[in-house]
């Protein structure tokens, strides 16, 4: 038996984009909602580049879903910070499978670690990946994490909102 996931996918069909992370933090876990870190820039980003009409709280992570938009991590059943993580609990698998099954238009990825575990490599750049996971489009963001606030560039969430725009 499989230990229960740490936040619940916030999946649907025909979404516009799905954002992954690489697991729930301490401060997401506790609270039980998505990106709930004091210093994490999520939710204004998402305000902030028109991909919601108002700033979202990290307990309103649900409310996600009728802008188009999804939630999940690379990591389901373990929380912490990502050099805490088990390489065991890393599943690139089960989310190339959920995203085949729901197909949104992209697939972002808020963070290099999540998107290494997917792609399975470690040199990545931020932006549209030239792959593709059947008909979505594969992003890698910087991450909003307050923890990595040394590599914060917004041009790249704003890239993708103009990419989401475009494909609407």
């Given amino acids: 038996m499989s230990a229960p996931n740490v936040l619940p996918d916030m999946l649907a069909p025909g979404l516009r984009v799905v954002f992954c992370g690489t697991a729930a933090g301490a401060a997401s876990a506790r609270a039980g909602a998505y990106y709930a870190g004091r210093g994490n820039k999520f939710w204004d980003m998402l305000f902030d580049v028109g991909l919601t009409p108002r700033r979202l709280a990290p307990h309103q992570f ?5 802008y188009g938009i999804g939630l ?4 389901k059943t373990a929380s912490g910070s990502d050099a805490s993580l088990p390489a065991a609990a890393f599943d690139p698998d089960r989310l190339r499978r959920r995203m ?12 290099k670690r999540a998107a290494q575990a997917f792609f ?5 750049d931020y932006g549209r990946q030239p792959a593709a996971l059947g008909g979505t489009a594969l992003f890698v963001l910087p991450s909003t994490s307050g923890a990595a606030q040394a590599h914060w560039d917004p041009r790249h969430w704003r890239a993708l909102a103009e990419f989401l725009r475009d494909a609407a």
């Avoid at 649900?62 to 009728?66: E, G, N, P, Q």
């Avoid at 999940?72 to 990591?75: A, F, K, Q, S, W």
């Avoid at 099954?101 to 963070?111: K, S, Y």
């Fill in 62 to 66: 649900r409310a996600v879903l009728r």
């Fill in 72 to 75: 999940t991590d690379v990591v």
């Fill in 100 to 111: 085949l099954e729901f197909g949104p238009a992209a697939l972002a990825f808020n963070g």
């Fill in 120 to 124: 399975g490599r470690r040199r990545l």
